[in-house]
């Protein structure tokens, strides 16, 4: 797998996909809740046997709803914190998935599946960062259910996202920039990151400026080349803007000026790995570990599956 590319996973969307996807089947009424891990680990031994990456890193929200996104915007994902929240930084999460996550990261480890997260940073975050480290150097493929992330698309740099939130990783649509020319009408990443702003995204709690909607966002952005280029069209009073649109936009120019900083993700996050450690496991980091868990929350399969595809031994 040396010449395969780099895979950036966004874990979160793909074990929350894996909780609700599927079936709950434990050996006993007493056995701990086990189908986000199951659906995770036979996700993840999936894309590895059909893409075929040389390096792997499961991309991880250290922090789910960032200060600096809230101060931005206040309602950035505001519908979904838990009920009773007075701090503004708990998620509503469902109960059974909630103990499952600190096992995906301990079985991670025992893998030796290279993880990484980033203080104060979302895992889109984390993605951005690394591929502004390593694209253009080596192909990078982005698995995640989120289309915030298609603003990474970049052909020239290698960079392309194995979208799941239609056909899971099995029969992911693979976004390039003819995908997302084909789908929006959009040449870039950067163009599609621009559309999302004024179009906003409820699912994230993003208003969108009042009366722009997808069509519109396009034909904005296709008459004046980028978000900057509608601003500047608007303050030089050009005849192309005119009516209810113009208003909305004079309207919008508060949220225009901080949706940006929501939208865009970083790519200068802290996050602490080195290019070794990206590389797919050769050997099991902790195989007593890895025994453990799979006993206790009845692993076998998946596991089983995954060291298949990392062409890894199977376990005594």
């Excluded at 591929?131 to 259910?145: K, L, M, N, Q, Y």
């Excluded at 919008?252 to 802290?270: C, N, W």
Aim: with cysteine; proline share 6%; aromatic share 6%.
């Amino acid at each position: 797998m040396t010449d395969g590319p780099l895979m950036l996973i966004d874990a979160a969307s793909l074990y929350y996909r894996a909780f609700h996807g599927v079936p709950d089947r434990r050996r006993s009424a007493d056995a701990p809740p086990n189908n986000a891990i199951r659906g995770l680990v036979d996700m993840t031994a999936s894309l590895i046997a059909h893409r075929r990456p040389a390096a792997l890193v499961m991309c991880w929200d250290d922090d789910w709803r960032p200060a600096f996104r809230v101060e931005a915007i206040p309602s950035y994902k505001q519908h979904r914190l838990a009920a009773g929240d007075t701090t503004g930084t708990t998620e509503d999460t469902p109960a059974d998935l909630v103990p499952q996550v600190p096992v995906i990261v301990e079985l991670l480890a025992a893998l030796g599946i290279a993880r990484v997260g980033a203080a104060g940073y979302e895992a889109d975050d984390v993605i951005g960062t690394l591929v502004e480290r390593t694209a253009g150097r080596r192909p990078v493929e982005v698995v995640t259910g989120d289309r915030d992330l298609f603003q990474l698309v970049d052909d020239a740099a290698g960079v392309s996202v194995l979208y799941t939130a239609r056909g899971g990783v099995r029969d992911a649509d693979l976004v390039d920039e003819s995908w997302l020319v084909q789908k929006y009408g959009l040449a870039s990443g950067r163009a599609y990151a621009e559309m999302a702003v004024l179009r906003g995204d409820p699912s994230d709690g993003l208003p969108g400026v009042q009366g722009i909607g997808e069509k519109t966002a396009v034909q904005l952005l296709d008459t004046f080349g980028s978000l900057a280029g509608v601003l500047e069209a608007l303050d030089r009073g050009d005849d192309r803007l005119k009516g209810a649109r113009r208003t909305r936009l004079e309207e919008g120019r508060e949220y225009l000026a901080a949706a940006p900083q929501v939208v865009d993700v970083a790519r200068d996050a802290p996050v602490e790995l080195d290019e070794a450690a990206m590389a797919l496991p050769t050997a099991l980091l902790d195989a007593a570990a890895v025994r453990d868990l799979v006993d206790r929350y009845d692993l076998g399969s998946p596991v089983g599956r995954l060291l298949d595809a990392l062409g890894l031994p199977a376990l005594d």
